[in-house]
Protein backbone atom coordinates (compact mmCIF):
# COMPACT_ATOMS: atom_id res chain seq x y z
CA UNK A 1 0.00 0.00 0.00
CA UNK A 2 1.41 3.37 -0.91
CA UNK A 3 1.82 5.70 1.79
CA UNK A 4 3.36 9.63 1.42
CA UNK A 5 3.28 10.87 4.97
CA UNK A 6 3.84 14.68 5.42
CA UNK A 7 5.00 16.97 7.79
CA UNK A 8 6.77 19.86 8.69
CA UNK A 9 3.80 22.69 7.59
CA UNK A 10 3.10 25.48 10.43
CA UNK A 11 2.35 29.12 10.77
CA UNK A 12 4.69 31.88 9.49
CA UNK A 13 5.51 35.03 8.85
CA UNK A 14 5.91 36.43 5.10
CA UNK A 15 9.76 36.03 4.37
CA UNK A 16 10.02 33.28 6.66
CA UNK A 17 11.04 29.89 6.03
CA UNK A 18 9.51 26.33 6.21
CA UNK A 19 10.73 23.03 4.90
CA UNK A 20 8.75 20.27 4.00
CA UNK A 21 8.85 16.39 4.19
CA UNK A 22 7.44 13.29 3.20
CA UNK A 23 7.89 10.20 4.10
CA UNK A 24 7.28 7.82 1.67
CA UNK A 25 6.20 3.80 1.47
CA UNK A 26 4.91 0.78 -0.16
CA UNK A 27 6.38 1.60 -3.43
CA UNK A 28 10.46 2.21 -5.26
CA UNK A 29 10.83 5.09 -3.85
CA UNK A 30 14.33 5.93 -6.10
CA UNK A 31 12.16 4.56 -8.98
CA UNK A 32 9.71 7.64 -9.49
CA UNK A 33 9.52 11.19 -9.79
CA UNK A 34 7.67 12.90 -7.28
CA UNK A 35 5.87 15.98 -6.69
CA UNK A 36 4.56 18.81 -4.52
CA UNK A 37 1.26 19.92 -5.20
CA UNK A 38 -0.96 22.74 -3.24
CA UNK A 39 -4.17 23.58 -2.30
CA UNK A 40 -5.39 26.94 -1.01
CA UNK A 41 -8.53 27.86 0.46
CA UNK A 42 -11.30 27.62 -2.11
CA UNK A 43 -9.32 26.78 -5.22
CA UNK A 44 -8.54 23.49 -6.82
CA UNK A 45 -5.08 21.82 -6.46
CA UNK A 46 -1.93 23.27 -7.93
CA UNK A 47 1.63 21.94 -8.75
CA UNK A 48 4.29 23.42 -7.05
CA UNK A 49 6.97 21.25 -8.39
CA UNK A 50 8.79 17.72 -9.62
CA UNK A 51 12.11 15.59 -9.26
CA UNK A 52 13.17 12.82 -11.54
CA UNK A 53 14.19 9.77 -10.07
CA UNK A 54 17.36 10.51 -10.68
CA UNK A 55 17.61 13.74 -8.37
CA UNK A 56 19.85 16.47 -8.94
CA UNK A 57 19.39 19.16 -11.38
CA UNK A 58 15.93 17.14 -13.05
CA UNK A 59 13.51 19.52 -10.88
CA UNK A 60 10.90 22.15 -12.16
CA UNK A 61 9.28 24.51 -10.50
CA UNK A 62 5.76 26.31 -11.03
CA UNK A 63 6.29 30.12 -12.02
CA UNK A 64 4.99 31.36 -8.82
CA UNK A 65 7.74 29.33 -7.15
CA UNK A 66 10.62 29.60 -8.68
CA UNK A 67 13.50 31.08 -6.93
CA UNK A 68 11.85 30.35 -3.80
CA UNK A 69 11.21 26.81 -3.43
CA UNK A 70 13.49 24.26 -3.91
CA UNK A 71 12.96 20.37 -4.02
CA UNK A 72 15.09 17.74 -3.15
CA UNK A 73 15.05 13.96 -2.14
CA UNK A 74 17.08 11.35 0.05
CA UNK A 75 16.47 8.00 -2.06
CA UNK A 76 18.24 6.18 1.01
CA UNK A 77 15.67 7.88 3.23
CA UNK A 78 12.53 7.24 0.71
CA UNK A 79 12.17 11.06 2.19
CA UNK A 80 10.79 14.13 -0.35
CA UNK A 81 11.67 17.66 0.63
CA UNK A 82 10.47 21.24 -0.26
CA UNK A 83 12.30 24.06 0.79
CA UNK A 84 10.48 27.02 0.81
CA UNK A 85 12.16 30.52 1.39
CA UNK A 86 10.71 34.01 1.35
CA UNK A 87 7.31 32.39 2.46
CA UNK A 88 4.06 34.90 0.78
CA UNK A 89 0.53 35.25 2.37
CA UNK A 90 -0.51 33.51 -1.30
CA UNK A 91 1.68 30.64 -0.61
CA UNK A 92 -1.04 29.65 2.20
CA UNK A 93 -2.44 26.28 1.10
CA UNK A 94 -2.15 22.45 2.43
CA UNK A 95 0.77 20.89 0.93
CA UNK A 96 0.83 17.26 -0.32
CA UNK A 97 3.63 15.52 -2.05
CA UNK A 98 2.57 13.22 -4.49
CA UNK A 99 3.31 10.12 -7.00
CA UNK A 100 2.13 12.20 -9.70
CA UNK A 101 1.96 15.97 -11.22
CA UNK A 102 -1.63 15.97 -10.78
CA UNK A 103 -1.83 14.94 -7.52
CA UNK A 104 -3.99 11.89 -8.15
CA UNK A 105 -2.10 9.97 -5.70
CA UNK A 106 -1.02 12.04 -2.62
CA UNK A 107 -0.76 12.04 1.28
CA UNK A 108 -2.96 13.94 3.52
CA UNK A 109 -1.05 17.14 3.58
CA UNK A 110 0.69 19.53 5.91
CA UNK A 111 -1.09 22.96 6.60
CA UNK A 112 0.99 25.93 5.51
CA UNK A 113 -0.17 29.64 6.96
CA UNK A 114 1.89 32.38 5.59
CA UNK A 115 0.53 35.30 8.47
CA UNK A 116 1.69 38.20 10.16
Known amino acids: EVQLVESGGGLVQPGGSLRLSCAASGFTFRWYAMSWVRQAPGKGLEWVST?????????SYADSVKGRFTIARDNAKNTLYLQMNSLKPEDTAVYYCAKDPTGSSRGQGTQVTVSS
Open 51 to 59: IKSGGGDST
